[in-house]
């Protein structure tokens, strides 16, 4: 099969402009179809998420379509899709409600190879509640974090490990189903920044073993 390289940038208005795009990491350019869905949805009628009226109905239809779209990126159930204003914050939500099951003295992991989005939120909700916080190594000469760096800093009181899916600076990518085994083995939960490795690589919950993944959709 031929690819219509043409036809595909045809459908990205942005590209017309005469600029090239590098800046992946600030934001993807967005689709026709993308912005016609967006203003479909903010003009037709919306209220709050129901089944009376149509504006109810519309609403929670957009909301479902969300989760059933990022359920089949993912390979996931929709059930399990959430969203929010940006990933950090997210991030930021689930390090606070997590940390109510912390304890003095329980550890968490984090790593030299994330963005700053998925350690700050970690180390602030440990320092809330007196966890320890250690810091897995990249390897200098090759930038790669091997799993076992994080398996030497596992302890019994480990309960959670936050770590990339690629470094958003060095492009590397971790181990994921090898270091969630190793976190799983004593009890802990896996969290996994994968806004830069979603728009690169097909990715399947079922076989990744994080507990929880997330990504940023104006990246993709």
């Known amino acids: 099969m031929t690819f219509q390289v043409n036809r595909i940038r045809a459908q990205f208005p942005a590209l017309n402009s005469g600029t090239a795009f590098f800046d992946g990491p600030g934001g993807s350019q967005v689709?026709?179809?993308?912005?016609?869905?967006?203003?479909?949805?903010?003009?037709?009628?919306?209220?709050?998420?129901?089944?009376?009226?149509?504006?109810?109905?519309?609403?929670?239809?957009?909301?479902?379509?969300?989760?059933?779209?990022?359920?089949?990126?993912?390979?996931?159930?929709?059930?399990?899709?959430?969203?929010?204003?940006?990933?950090?914050?997210?991030?930021?939500?689930?390090?606070?409600?997590?940390?109510?099951?912390?304890?003095?003295?329980?550890?968490?992991?984090?790593?030299?190879?994330?963005?700053?989005?998925?350690?700050?939120?970690?180390?602030?909700?440990?320092?809330?509640?007196?966890?320890?916080?250690?810091w897995a190594q990249f390897e200098n000469a090759t930038a790669e974090l091997a799993p076992e760096v994080i398996g030497k800093l596992l302890t019994s009181k480990t309960k959670l490990v936050a770590v990339t899916g690629a470094s958003n600076v060095l492009g590397t990518r971790p181990n994921i189903p090898a270091i969630a085994k190793l976190v799983h083995a004593t009890g802990a939960l896996l969290y996994v920044d994968g806004v830069h490795l979603t728009p690169h690589t097909p990715i399947d919950m079922k076989t990744l073993g994080a507990d929880f993944y997330g990504f940023s959709s104006y990246k993709l």
């Open 31 to 134: 689709p026709k179809s993308v912005g016609e869905a967006i203003a479909q949805t903010i003009t037709s009628s919306v209220s709050n998420r129901g089944r009376t009226t149509k504006a109810e109905q519309n609403a929670d239809a957009a909301v479902l379509g969300f989760r059933s779209a990022v359920s089949d990126l993912l390979n996931c159930s929709p059930e399990g899709v959430v969203y929010g204003r940006s990933w950090t914050q997210i991030t930021y939500d689930f390090s606070r409600t997590l940390a109510k099951t912390w304890k003095l003295g329980d550890e968490i992991i984090v790593t030299r190879l994330d963005h700053d989005s998925n350690v700050r939120p970690w180390v602030q909700a440990a320092e809330s509640v007196g966890a320890i916080v250690k």
